[in-house]
């Protein structure tokens, strides 16, 4: 069983449960989740009276192919069910739509001691989903523009190394990202900026149809419990795959640099870092008001 919350205040909350549990006796596990967003445009924007919500059910299975002391391979299969509702009261316009998302993927890691030792991670996967936009306004203008109502492809990647380097010091490096077979509903895009991405930037930052970024984070431990860190984190979208409307530039990267800590106490996992913008220019997803230099994020986990 698993819960993940995030809350910005009234203009932003989110909450995610899921529960998986073994099947027989050779591997298999099946799962479920329920995630609920919801949102409201707040400061410069408030005057619209923008507000939205988006609610996700889904389920899903895996099935370990190969299972060692060193590596491991398993398979996935998903459907997720989506429902997203976007309001603006100052227009009085009311946008729904629904997405069924299939998924098919693999996903691995492999222990060596290449170096000083390491742990290698790799996941791919397919998904193939259908987006039915319900109003007849937002489908006509959707018909003029990206054209992201019905069928599409989306290929989802990830790669990570974490290597040691000395008994107090290791280097972790990642990258993920997606590719997308045309323009993707907003709520399918790939992301750059946020706590697991470029963490100089508010999270939802320079979205894409397709996309990637990388970390690249030393850390080092300073007590059994706590372990200091300093990273780089960048990455570049393609904002739409089919570009439509006026010329405009249809790429963006962002880069950001900086430092944080690890601690765990008994059950429970606080990770804290502070980074600078190095690449990117100024948030574009949140007021100016809100762009704060360098961005602070706080997590905490409770394993239960």
Request: glycine share 12%; charged share 15%.
């Amino acid at each position: 069983l698993s819960f993940t919350g995030l809350t910005s205040g009234d203009k932003l909350s989110f909450a995610r449960l899921a529960y998986q549990l073994p099947v027989g006796s050779n591997g298999l596990r099946v799962g479920a989740a329920y995630f609920d967003t919801r949102y409201r445009l707040g400061k410069e924007f408030a005057a619209l009276g923008a507000h939205g919500s988006a609610r996700s059910a889904s389920v899903y299975a895996s099935y370990p192919f190969l299972r060692s002391q060193l590596a491991n391979l398993s398979g996935t299969a998903a459907y997720e069910d989506k429902r997203l509702h976007d309001d603006v009261d100052s227009t009085a316009t009311a946008t729904g739509k629904k997405l069924g998302v299939t998924s098919l993927g693999l996903a691995g890691n492999l222990q060596d001691a290449l170096g000083g030792g390491g742990i290698s991670n790799f996941d791919l996967s397919v998904a193939l989903g259908k987006l039915r936009i319900e109003s007849a306004g937002a489908l006509a203008i959707d018909a003029a523009s990206a054209q992201s109502n019905g069928s599409y492809t989306r290929i989802s990647y990830a790669a990570s190394r974490l290597q040691s380097l000395t008994d107090a010091m290791q280097l972790a490096v990642s990258v993920n990202g997606q590719q997308a077979s045309k323009n993707l509903d907003s709520s399918e895009k790939f992301s750059l900026g946020g706590v697991n991405g470029v963490r100089a930037y508010p999270q939802s930052e320079a979205t894409g149809d397709q996309g990637y970024k990388a970390t690249i984070e030393l850390r080092r431990s300073l007590t059994p419990n706590l372990q200091g860190t300093v990273f780089y984190d960048f990455g570049s979208v393609k904002i739409n795959k089919n570009p439509y409307g006026p010329a405009a530039p249809n790429n963006r990267s962002l880069g950001g640099a900086g430092f944080g800590v690890n601690a765990s106490v008994k059950a429970v996992q606080l990770r804290a870092s502070m980074a600078w913008r190095t690449q990117g220019g100024a948030p574009t997803s949140v007021p100016a008001s809100a762009d704060h230099r360098p961005t602070v994020w706080l997590q905490a986990s409770v394993a239960f």
